[in-house]
């Protein structure tokens, strides 16, 4: 049974730093594709920041790049999301999403997501 459980999420205000763990489990996780997403109301749910198994590449959304860092530790099978500097734009529902491409076991896999509330 596949699971991504998200967790680090809470209400800071302005400037400060949170870091979002993602522990999974019940697929291969050294070889998955490893994304943070967030969505607010109204909004679509966007990609954050992004760290692909492949190459060790990590990919971030221009409003984060500099503020967060997506680090992973398939010893431990979790990703982490670094995010500092917060700001009240930052604020929202952040979801832990796993990309696993291997030929017979793909997965498209989301966690049940975690509250981030940034105040000015």
């Known amino acids: 049974q596949v699971q991504l459980v998200e967790s680090g999420g809470g209400l800071v205000q302005s400037g400060e730093s949170l870091r979002l763990s993602c522990a999974a489990s019940g697929f291969v996780f050294s070889v998955a594709d490893m994304w943070w997403y967030r969505q607010t109301p109204g909004k679509e749910r966007e990609s954050v920041a992004g760290h692909i198994a492949a190459g060790e590449r990590t990919h971030y959304a221009d409003s984060v790049k500099g503020r967060f860092t997506v680090s992973r530790d398939n010893a431990k099978n979790t990703v982490y999301l670094q995010m500092n500097n917060l700001k009240p734009e930052d604020t929202g529902v952040y979801y832990c999403?796993?990309?696993?491409?291997?030929?017979?076991?793909?997965?498209?896999?989301w966690g049940q997501g975690t509250q981030v509330t940034v105040s000015s």
């Open positions: 999403n796993a990309l696993v491409f291997l030929p017979g076991r793909e997965g498209n896999y």
